[in-house]
Each structure stands twice: as structure tokens, then as C-alpha cells.
């Protein structure tokens, strides 16, 4: 599970905090949304071997993308 908290998006990115599954603390993601790519990402300390977390925020946000308007947050859940 990860939450995406601030969502912001432009023509080209779209990107957001991200917080782990019993984090505390937040990293960051940016998706470049032409590539499908994730451009750059940072995750909490300890956390940084979460390679499943980045990659199900990053196809969560190029899913968003698509929306007119983005909520605050949204919980990514997958088993």
C-alpha cells in the first residue's frame, strides 16, 4: 500500500509525495508522462529498497493523469 498526497500535473509530468505503507515520512515521485517513465523518485528513510511501492505510484499516476481534476490524496492498494 502507498499513499500520493499533492498531487500536481502539467503537460508533460505529473508528480506527488509518497508515503510507504506504515511510514511516517513522505519521498517524492516524478513521472514523465510522454515516456510512461519515471523521471526521478526519493523514498523515506529506510524504505529506499521499496521498488514495488515507486512503480505501483508510478502506474497509479499515469492512470490519474487522464482525470480533469486530481483529489488530494489517494491510497494505492494491491495484493
Do not use: F, R
Amino acid at each position: 500500500m502507498v499513499k500520493l498526497k499533492n498531487l500536481k500535473k502539467n503537460n508533460t509530468t505529473i508528480e506527488s509525495d509518497i508515503i510507504p505503507e506504515d511510514s511516517a515520512n513522505s519521498g517524492h515521485i516524478v513521472v514523465d508522462l510522454d515516456q510512461g517513465t519515471t523521471i526521478d523518485y526519493s523514498l523515506p528513510e529506510g524504505y529506499e529498497w521499496c521498488m514495488n511501492h515507486v512503480n505501483h505510484a508510478k502506474n497509479k499516476l499515469i492512470e490519474l493523469a487522464k482525470e480533469e481534476h486530481l483529489s488530494e490524496q489517494y491510497l494505492v492498494m494491491w495484493y
